[in-house]
């Protein structure tokens, strides 16, 4: 199963970007959805949860994103997006999609965004 994260890139702080993840169908089952995240790892740190969003829709966030990024999934178009408002230096990191259900997981590829104060 492969994801795939794009929309990562070199942005001033206070500025935005969107990422999105592809994943395949039957990430989205309707019989078996997975509950889907990002992560980042910033150099020299451990990868952290970003944004969740479970196959019901609900939310969650890092204490330190709240009310800055905002994460949703498209069923019908298989996408998990995350989108990222008044982006600071320390938001500065590989951002990494994420499917899981029960113990299954699966990991894209990452996608660097930089933020440039």
């Known amino acids: 199963v492969q994801l795939q994260a794009s929309g990562g890139g070199l942005v001033q702080a206070g500025r935005s970007l969107r990422l999105v993840c592809v994943a395949p169908r039957t990430i989205f089952s309707v019989f078996a959805p997975f509950d889907m995240a990002w992560y980042r790892q910033a150099p020299g740190r451990q990868r952290e949860l970003v944004a969740i969003i479970t196959a019901s829709q609900s939310t969650n966030y890092a204490d330190s994103v709240k009310g800055r990024f905002t994460i949703s999934r498209n069923n019908s178009r298989k996408t998990v997006s995350l989108q990222m408002n008044s982006l600071k230096s320390d938001d500065t990191a590989v951002y990494y999609c994420?499917?899981?259900?029960?113990?299954?997981?699966?990991w894209g590829q990452g996608t660097q965004v930089t933020v440039s104060s």
């Open positions: 994420n499917a899981k259900q029960g113990v299954t997981e699966y």
